[in-house]
């Protein structure tokens, strides 16, 4: 059974900084790249960052491009997001989604296959 789990969200001031990890498991961890979305009430999922199997190449938004940082580490099957000067509008419930390697940095929340049960970031101005 695939698990992906998410932790580290909370309260964080604007400015402040905030990292959030996914453990995956049941899966062959190191051969998937992996994502991070965002839902905030009322909006639809949105992409934030992606990272190949290998974690050689990151993709990211374009509103988190130079303040976030996505990474993983193979060998503890977990995916991690640096989130640096955040602003109350980061505030949204995050997931980690996995996805074919085929497919790394894609965008849309619907080609990706397994998905976490997301953790609540809330950034106070």
């Known amino acids: 059974q695939v698990q992906l789990v998410e932790s580290g969200g909370g309260l964080v001031q604007a400015g402040g900084s905030l990292r959030l990890s996914c453990a995956a498991s049941g899966l062959p961890f190191s051969i998937y790249a992996m994502g991070w979305f965002r839902q905030a009430p009322g909006k639809e999922r949105e992409f934030v960052a992606a990272?190949?199997?290998?974690?050689?190449?990151?993709y990211y938004a374009s509103a988190v491009k130079g303040r976030f940082t996505i990474s993983r580490d193979n060998a503890k099957k977990t995916v991690y997001l640096q989130m640096n000067s955040p602003k109350p509008e980061d505030t949204a419930v995050y997931y980690c989604a996995s996805i074919d390697t085929a497919r790394e940095g894609s965008m849309s929340y619907t080609e990706y296959d397994y998905w976490g049960q997301g953790t609540q970031v809330t950034v106070s101005s």
């Open positions: 990272i190949s199997w290998s974690g050689a190449r990151t």
